[in-house]
């Protein structure tokens, strides 16, 4: 395990950008930092700490990653996991995705509320 305790963290603004929402880019930096804490050698967790600390945007990061077997299989088998799931399974997950999406909105209203401003923007460091 990887632990970068003190360094600077991005915010949830920094994966605007690809996510278009201020909920979703919530649920990418969170997606992010849980993947930060893999093993040192995964790509993908070295990935995500080069973004969560800022050292690298998440395109750049996405763009860089090395093509090799370890990612494409993870891939292949994140597809066939969906592709094996029954209709009502995938809008089960999506129902799911949903909620957790509805969730991330109601913490940064809250958030908002709770700093005095409740139309800002959400906060560029979370800690």
Wanted: glycine share 8%; hydrophobic share 35%.
């Amino acid at each position: 395990m990887h632990s970068d305790h003190g360094q600077r963290e991005v915010g949830d603004v920094e994966f605007m950008e690809l996510a278009k929402d201020e909920a979703r880019a919530r649920m990418l930096r969170k997606m992010m930092k849980n993947l930060a804490q893999g093993d040192d050698g995964d790509p993908l967790a070295a990935m995500a700490r080069d973004v969560m600390s800022g050292r690298r945007g998440i395109r750049e990061a996405i763009d860089g990653l090395p093509r090799n077997e370890s990612l494409e299989a993870r891939f292949d088998t994140f597809q066939q996991r969906w592709d094996a799931m029954s209709e009502s399974e995938r809008l089960a997950a999506e129902r799911e995705a949903s909620q957790y999406l509805d969730e991330q909105r109601r913490e940064i209203r809250a958030e908002r509320e709770s700093a005095g401003r409740p139309n800002a923007a959400s906060p560029r460091h979370r800690g």
